[in-house]
């Protein structure tokens, strides 16, 4: 529980004069930070981490983790994890590896070096894809759908298994309820399509499914990442106020942002990381309010008519405002490091201003699913911010810095701020950024071991064969069973490669054109034509000329003669 403790007194040495140590907003980079973000949504057994946050070495995954373009996962032996984009997830099987190469407003590219992965595609917006990139060729995916990926090796197929939806493995286009296997060596490789097989981790997935939001949330709310977990973690209501509210199911005492710790994670700089498995969405967009006597989360700003126009969200590292109290001389790191760092929930209509670098652009979009007059936004306006106003006041909270910057637990080491000390509260203005490095270092984690491919080189040619695949050719997970299968591969690949491929690769138009047109037009015309006249034409001129032309000529001549009997008569004696 939260009570008030000594550590108050530190608080007050952290001053508005923080700005004289560190320009408004001011950081290193100058980049703007991307809008859209993964997450590591699942750790199950060990998994490693090797992002912008580890300093280029392995450490131990951890869950509610933020991840961008150049992060990596990697699940041992006996482990699993899960990656969420949006309200998209891949899903990674034991020895699997993941890596991140691009994540943009409207494309997610990743390398799949070894291993398992199902993803399940939702929401899929105009123009956004995914694209995986296996050690034989690049699996595309432009529709919401249902997919597994296994990479294979250099003696076991790469396999794309389409459950739902449809995509293509290098230029083998994949239907649902089937499955497309790209084999072959580095000189060249064989595309063959079979029928759809689902293996133990799978089926393991699919019965994991959670419902999605009901129907009156904000459409805006299937593009936030972090959203499949709130279903199984809490209820919605729809409210006259706020419109559609997610209530986590928590203790009573509970406030947002004090089960967790701060994380420096660049380019954002400090992070919140919650410690709930449905703590991502939640703290990231949208904003808190205490309605109804429960904490309760609003994901988009709502009027009486019903919600505005649907804007992409921006991912924010923490969706607070940090405050400081008391007055004094000028701040440097090492004063700081000895002070305390205060921070306050927002309250929907209530603006978000980054402590990492920004302009006015970057502010009115991280702002705008959320604040109505978000076009009124400007860095300016930090400066006259009351904060004693702020809705959420009840739920500040305070950590000394040193604490916050080892990762220490909120909840082991932070304290709530008394309203009375909250009333002297103001803006914290500068970039402690700067001022408040990290003192953490999250334990070390083993690296994936190298595959029988390279991971990055380029996927070698390409032949597709038609003929289907014997379903014993599909690798089963876990992933060490699958060196059975590849004995009963590599005699029929070599078969069917030799003869078919040159037939159908070289001339697929003449197979498919010259043999048909030959089956349908010589053999019947053939059959049609000239047995048909030799049997109409000969015997019948034939039956009727020759015989009744000698019946009708021969009879009468012959009665005649027998009329000299009566001649007699006339010559009388």
């Not at 490669?497 to 037009?521: A, D, E």
């Amino acid at each position: 529980m939260f009570t008030p403790s000594s550590r108050l007194r530190a608080l007050l040495s952290l001053t508005t004069a923080l700005s004289l140590a560190a320009p408004a907003f001011a950081q290193t980079s100058t980049a703007t930070p991307p809008a859209r973000v993964g997450q590591v949504a699942d750790v199950s057994g060990n998994v490693s981490f090797n992002g912008a946050g580890s300093n280029g070495q392995w450490v131990a995954a951890t869950p509610n983790y933020p991840v961008t373009t150049g992060d990596s996962l990697f699940t041992q032996s006996n482990s699993q994890a899960a990656l969420a984009i949006g309200s998209s997830q891949i899903s990674l099987a034991p020895n699997t590896e993941v890596q991140l190469t691009e994540l943009d407003d409207t494309r997610v590219a990743a390398t799949q070096s070894q291993g398992e992965t199902y993803l399940r595609i939702t929401d899929l917006q105009p123009g956004q894809d995914y694209t995986i990139a296996t050690p034989r060729g690049v699996v595309t995916i432009t529709q919401d759908g249902a997919y597994d990926i296994t990479a294979g090796d250099a003696g076991t197929p790469t396999t794309l298994a389409v459950l739902y939806g449809a995509a293509a493995i290098g230029q083998l286009q994949v239907p649902a309820g089937q499955e497309g296997y790209l084999s072959g060596t580095s000189s060249q490789t064989t595309a063959q399509l079979g029928p759809l097989q689902q293996d133990s981790f799978m089926q393991s997935i699919t019965a994991q499914m959670a419902p999605p939001p009901p129907p009156y949330a904000p459409p805006v709310v299937q593009q936030m990442t972090g959203v499949g977990e709130l279903s199984n973690y809490g209820d919605w209501s729809q409210s006259p106020q706020y419109g559609a509210v997610w209530y986590p199911n928590v203790a009573p005492g509970w406030a947002p942002y004090r089960e967790g710790h701060w994380a420096y994670v660049a380019p954002w700089g400090w992070t919140w990381v919650d410690a709930e498995p449905w703590g991502f969405a939640p703290f990231h967009y949208g904003r808190w309010v205490q309605y109804g006597g429960r904490w309760g989360w609003v994901p988009a700003a709502y009027s009486p008519g019903g919600y505005g126009p649907v804007y992409q969200p921006v991912y924010a590292p923490a969706v607070v405002n940090f405050v400081g109290l008391g007055a004094g001389v000028a701040i440097t790191a090492s004063l700081l490091s000895q002070g305390s760092i205060g921070w306050v929930p927002l309250a929907p209509d209530e603006p978000y201003y980054p402590c990492y670098h920004t302009d006015h652009d970057y502010l009115r979009r991280i702002n705008r699913v959320d604040v109505r007059n978000y076009q009124q936004i400007n860095i300016n306006n930090y400066h006259t911010l009351v904060v004693n106003h702020y809705v959420d006041r009840s739920g500040a909270t305070f950590i000394p810095a040193q604490d916050m910057a080892r990762g220490a637990p909120v909840a082991n080491y932070g304290r709530p701020i008394p309203g009375r000390i909250f009333a002297q509260a103001h803006p914290m203005p500068g970039d402690f950024n700067r001022a408040l490095r990290p003192n953490f270092s999250p334990p070390p984690a083993p690296a994936p071991r190298p595959g029988n491919f390279a991971q990055h080189r380029a996927p070698p040619p390409m032949v597709i064969s038609h003929q289907p695949v014997p379903p014993q050719f599909h690798p089963q997970a876990p992933m060490p069973q699958v060196h059975s299968p590849t004995q009963q591969f590599h005699p029929p690949m070599q078969q069917q490669f030799h003869p078919p491929m040159q037939q159908q690769f070289h001339p697929p138009v003449q197979q498919q054109f010259h043999p048909p047109m030959q089956q349908q037009f010589h053999p019947p015309m053939q059959q049609q034509f000239h047995p048909p006249v030799q049997q109409q034409f000969h015997p019948p001129v034939q039956q009727q000329f020759h015989p009744p032309m000698q019946q009708q000529f021969q009879p009468p001549a012959a009665p005649r003669p027998p009329a000299p009997p009566h001649l007699p008569g006339n010559g009388k004696p």
